[in-house]
C-alpha cells in the first residue's frame, strides 16, 4: 500500500514543521506550502491523497483556495480554523470542505481527522461488488461514487455522497444527526457541530437542482433527516 501523501497549507512555520514531523511519524508523508497561490497549484497537481489548509493565508485566503480547488478536484480537503469561529467553519464546508480542525490544532486530532477521510476516500480500499441505489429517478453507483437523476449527473463531494448513501440505505428511517456524523464524516458529533446541517443543505440543493421537488430531504425537527421522493 503507498504512503499517502499529505499537502499542508499554512503560513504558520512552527505549527507546519510540528504536523509535517508528527505525519510522518504516523506514516505519512507530508509536504508544506506557507501562501495560498503556491498552495492552491500544488492542490491542484494531483499528487496529494489529501490537503490542511489554513483559513489565514497570505496571497490567497483559504476559502479562495478552497473555491479554486473545488472547481476542477475532489481531493479530499481539511480546513483549519480559528477556534469558535463558526462563520469560517460554515463558509468552508459550505464551499465543499470535508471536515474541520480548531486552532490550537492538536496533531493526534488532526491524524484521526486525516485518517477518518481518507478511508472513505481510498482508491485502495477491497474492491466492492456492483451495487446500485435508486429512489425515484435517481440512480447512485456505490463503487464508482457517481450520482444521477434520469441520466444527469449530480456533481457531489465526498461527504455529500456518504450523505446520500446513508440516506438511501436508510429507506423510510430517519437517520439521526449522530448517525450521519459518525457514519459519513467519520466522526462523533460534537455539541452544537453544524457540520451535518451545512452539508445536507449543501446536498439538498444540488439534488434541488436536477430534481425540482420530485425529490426531497425532510427535516425532521430534533431528530435527523429522511430522504422521499
Not at 41 to 66: N, T, W
Request: some cysteine.
Amino acid at each position: 500500500m503507498k504512503t499517502p501523501r499529505i499537502l499542508i497549507i499554512d503560513d504558520d512555520v512552527d505549527l507546519g514543521g510540528l504536523l509535517t514531523e508528527y505525519l510522518e511519524a504516523e506514516g505519512f508523508e507530508a509536504r508544506i506550502v506557507h501562501n495560498g497561490i503556491d498552495g492552491a497549484d500544488a492542490a491542484l497537481s494531483e499528487e496529494y491523497d489529501a490537503v490542511i489548509l489554513d483559513v489565514m493565508l497570505p496571497g490567497r485566503s483559504g476559502v479562495e483556495v478552497l473555491q479554486q480547488i473545488r472547481r476542477s478536484s475532489r481531493v479530499p480537503v481539511i480546513m483549519l480554523t480559528a477556534r469558535g469561529d463558526h462563520v469560517d467553519r460554515v463558509v468552508g464546508l459550505e464551499m465543499g470542505a470535508d471536515d474541520y480542525v480548531p486552532k490550537p490544532c492538536y496533531p493526534r486530532e488532526l491524524v484521526a481527522r486525516l485518517r477518518a477521510v481518507l478511508r472513505r476516500t481510498s482508491e485502495n480500499a477491497v474492491p466492492q461488488e456492483e451495487e446500485v441505489l435508486r429512489l425515484g429517478l435517481l440512480q447512485v453507483q456505490v463503487p464508482q461514487r457517481k450520482v444521477d437523476w434520469d441520466g444527469r449527473p449530480v456533481d457531489l463531494t465526498i461527504s455529500e455522497f456518504n450523505f446520500l448513501q446513508q440516506l438511501l440505505r436508510a429507506g423510510d428511517r430517519v437517520v439521526s444527526k449522530e448517525e450521519l456524523s459518525e457514519r459519513a464524516l467519520g466522526r462523533v458529533r460534537e455539541p452544537y457541530d453544524r457540520s451535518v446541517d451545512v452539508h445536507m443543505s449543501h446536498l439538498r440543493r444540488k439534488l434541488a437542482d436536477v430534481a425540482g421537488d420530485a425529490l426531497t430531504i425532510e427535516t425532521v425537527r430534533g431528530i435527523g433527516y429522511r430522504v422521499q421522493c
